[in-house]
């Protein structure tokens, strides 16, 4: 298939798209290699792919409506997976508009791109983040969403409405996929795996908010991308069972599914920072914080309804996890 990933140079699009290309796919990837974090990490990333023949870069942001028509006239994408966003719940306190114009303008353009070249599935980018104020565990797709905290988490849930529209006006079938807390070489150098590791590593003291009583659904990338693939060859389709006078949110009658793509096991954070000292072999200095404005303290993923529909189940320890990145790590950086 001729498959369009966005945000090819992030650290999900990368691992996705060599996979793809490992299994025959055409990949066209789109980034517009902001500067968020390192853009070097970025171009890194792409390195590992420009070699594939069939691989072809675009350096493009999905909020340029102009050139995002374009891309899709010409290339006439089988498939699509959106993951480019502005990511980060601590940054959209302080650049709100950066969300907006990347996670709900660019989206718009994700989707009329598709619905007007007749694209036979779009699979894209939500969030745990969705469950907002949500203390039910572990989440399900079934439960209600309407609590964010924070406004990328009220980004990524307009994400999953604007998605519905445009199944059920266009019949576009799409797929949502919730990650909880990805990790793994590559990985993003402002989430607590990364922060962390460079911290120890050079003797600083990391920050451990809400006094390290935390937890989360940790998953290894490699299980994330399994998840990603699997959903992108088993297209949405509309649900015959459903109620509209008791209306199930992760499903409809268009086709239109979200799930939740985790570790189905939480980790407390002060185990995932033992994790941390047992792979590079030195403790952490700790500094213990109160929670941060839109942080939560738990997510735990019920991956039951992404089993059913794809098989997926993740295979992946944290200790194994983590091992992995700080082995990458230091060996990127050279430490």
Same mark, same amino acid.
């Given at each position: 298939?001729?498959?369009?990933?966005?945000?090819?140079?992030?650290?999900?699009?990368?691992?996705?798209?060599?996979?793809?290309?490992?299994?025959?796919?055409?990949?066209?990837?789109?980034?517009?290699?902001?500067?968020?974090?390192?853009?070097? +990490?970025?171009?890194?990333?792409?390195?590992?792919?420009?070699?594939?023949?069939?691989?072809?870069?675009?350096?493009?942001?999905?909020?340029?409506? #102009?050139?995002?028509?374009?891309?899709?006239?010409?290339?006439?994408?089988?498939?699509?997976?959106?993951?480019?966003?502005?990511?980060?719940?601590?940054?959209?306190?302080?650049?709100?508009?950066?969300?907006?114009?990347?996670?709900?303008?660019?989206?718009?353009?994700?989707?009329?791109?598709?619905?007007?070249?007749?694209?036979?599935?779009?699979?894209?980018?939500?969030?745990?983040?969705?469950?907002?104020?949500?203390?039910?565990?572990?989440?399900?797709?079934?439960?209600?969403?309407?609590?964010?905290?924070?406004?990328?988490?009220?980004?990524?849930?307009?994400?999953?409405?604007?998605?519905?529209?445009?199944?059920?006006?266009?019949?576009?079938?799409?797929?949502? +996929?919730?990650?909880?807390?990805?990790?793994?070489?590559?990985?993003?150098?402002?989430?607590? +795996?990364?922060?962390?590791?460079?911290?120890?590593?050079?003797?600083?003291?990391?920050?451990?908010?809400?006094?390290?009583?935390?937890?989360?659904?940790?998953?290894?990338?490699?299980?994330?991308?399994?998840?990603?693939?699997?959903?992108?060859?088993?297209?949405?389709?509309?649900?015959?069972?459903?109620?509209? +006078?008791?209306?199930?949110?992760?499903?409809?009658?268009?086709?239109?599914?979200?799930?939740?793509?985790?570790?189905?096991?939480?980790?407390?954070?002060?185990?995932?920072?033992?994790?941390?000292?047992?792979?590079?072999?030195?403790?952490?200095?700790?500094?213990?914080?109160?929670?941060?404005?839109?942080?939560?303290?738990?997510?735990?993923?019920?991956?039951?309804?992404?089993?059913?529909?794809?098989?997926? #189940?993740?295979?992946?320890?944290?200790?194994?996890?983590?091992?992995?990145?700080?082995?990458?790590?230091?060996?990127?950086?050279?430490?």
């Amino acid at each position: 298939m001729k498959i369009l990933v966005t945000g090819a140079a992030g650290f999900i699009g990368m691992h996705t798209s060599e996979v793809l290309l490992a299994r025959g796919d055409q990949v066209v990837g789109l980034d517009n290699l902001n500067d968020y974090y390192d853009p070097q +990490l970025k171009l890194d990333r792409l390195a590992r792919l420009t070699p594939h023949p069939a691989f072809r870069f675009v350096k493009l942001d999905v909020a340029d409506r #102009a050139g995002m028509e374009r891309l899709f006239a010409e290339e006439k994408f089988d498939r699509v997976i959106h993951l480019a966003a502005q990511a980060g719940v601590r940054y959209s306190l302080q650049n709100p508009h950066a969300y907006i114009e990347s996670n709900v303008v660019g989206f718009t353009n994700i989707l009329e791109g598709c619905r007007r070249n007749k694209v036979g599935h779009l699979v894209y980018a939500s969030s745990s983040s969705v469950y907002g104020g949500n203390t039910r565990m572990p989440f399900s797709e079934h439960d209600n969403v309407d609590h964010p905290v924070s406004l990328y988490a009220a980004t990524k849930k307009a994400n999953e409405l604007m998605a519905h529209t445009y199944s059920h006006l266009y019949g576009l079938p799409t797929t949502g +996929l919730r990650f909880f807390t990805v990790y793994g070489p590559w990985g993003r150098p402002d989430m607590a +795996l990364f922060l962390f590791t460079k911290a120890i590593l050079e003797g600083r003291p990391i920050d451990v908010f809400n006094h390290g009583k935390m937890k989360r659904d940790f998953t290894y990338i490699d299980d994330i991308v399994e998840g990603v693939i699997r959903t992108l060859d088993r297209t949405a389709e509309p649900d015959p069972t459903f109620d509209p +006078l008791n209306p199930d949110p992760g499903r409809g009658a268009a086709p239109y599914r979200v799930f939740n793509i985790g570790n189905n096991n939480p980790v407390e954070l002060m185990a995932f920072i033992e994790a941390i000292e047992a792979a590079v072999g030195r403790k952490a200095e700790k500094n213990f914080m109160p929670l941060q404005d839109g942080d939560v303290p738990a997510t735990y993923a019920d991956t039951s309804e992404l089993n059913v529909w794809t098989g997926f #189940a993740p295979a992946t320890s944290v200790g194994e996890g983590v091992e992995r990145f700080a082995k990458w790590y230091r060996a990127y950086y050279e430490t």
